[in-house]
């Protein structure tokens, strides 16, 4: 069974801060995806990685995905309020459907 | 965004009952998913689909059953509900493969009582 950890579960920081959260497996993978959740909606796609070692930025935010495939990271830079949610990363291979981790619950603090 | 509609968005019931949750989708994607979301664990599948008539087992599929008559509708029907079916539910759908990315709806809560 292919597991994705996440860490941290929780961030609390304060607006303008920097932080990186964590996405770690054992198993392989030909892709992984990050998505954000806001209370009461479903996960929003942020960014899909498929190459060892790539990086991609979407404004604020960082993300890369680890040279064997098994981890990646989300960098974001000077957090602001509406950086607030659940933050998922999920893991595809093969035939089988989307892994997903547990999420970072991140609070960013005006 | 992805048209994808769940209904109903909240809905409480009392154990024992048969209870059908909808997804309905405008997208004519081929693959669609149901998930729940429960605090400490969250996303776990339960079924999915990759075609009409064509489902398979998740992770947490014991008393869920599934159906997909069309390509746009996939129901989730709880059996017999149970307190520990009580959780928000979320359909999927992809549009490539089985792991490609996924374009979730807004949910609905269930409560078991």
């Known amino acids: 069974t292919q597991l994705l950890e996440q860490s941290p579960q929780f961030l609390s920081i304060q607006e303008g801060e920097n932080l990186t959260v964590y996405c770690n497996s054992s198993?392989?993978?030909?892709?992984l995806q990050w998505y954000r959740q806001e209370p009461g909606e479903g996960p929003v796609l942020l960014v899909t990685?498929?190459?060892?070692?790539e990086v991609k930025k979407l404004k604020r935010l960082t993300f890369q995905f680890g040279d064997a495939r098994k981890d990646s990271s989300l960098h974001i830079t000077a957090a602001q309020p509406g950086d607030t949610g659940l933050y998922l990363c999920a893991g595809g291979s093969g035939n089988t459907p989307l892994v997903f981790g547990k999420g970072t619950r991140l609070s960013v603090i005006a | 965004d992805a048209g994808i509609t769940q209904s109903p968005r909240h809905k409480v019931t009392e154990t024992g009952t048969p209870v059908t949750l909808r997804c309905h989708q405008t997208?004519?994607?081929?693959?669609m998913y149901w998930y729940r979301q429960d605090p400490g664990h969250g996303l776990r599948l339960i079924h999915y689909?990759?075609?009409?008539?064509?489902?398979d087992k998740g992770e947490v599929s014991d008393g869920y059953s599934v159906s997909r008559s069309k390509t746009e509708d996939f129901l989730l029907t709880l059996e017999s509900a149970t307190s520990s079916q009580t959780s928000v539910y979320f359909c999927?759908?992809?549009?490539?493969?089985?792991?490609?990315?996924?374009?979730f709806g807004q949910g609905t809560r269930l409560t078991v009582v």
């Open positions: 997208e004519n994607h081929r693959y």
């Open positions: 198993s392989v993978f030909s892709s």
């Open positions: 990685v498929v190459t060892g070692g």
């Open positions: 689909s990759y075609g009409v008539k064509d489902t």
């Open positions: 999927a759908i992809s549009g490539t493969s089985r792991n490609t990315e996924a374009f």
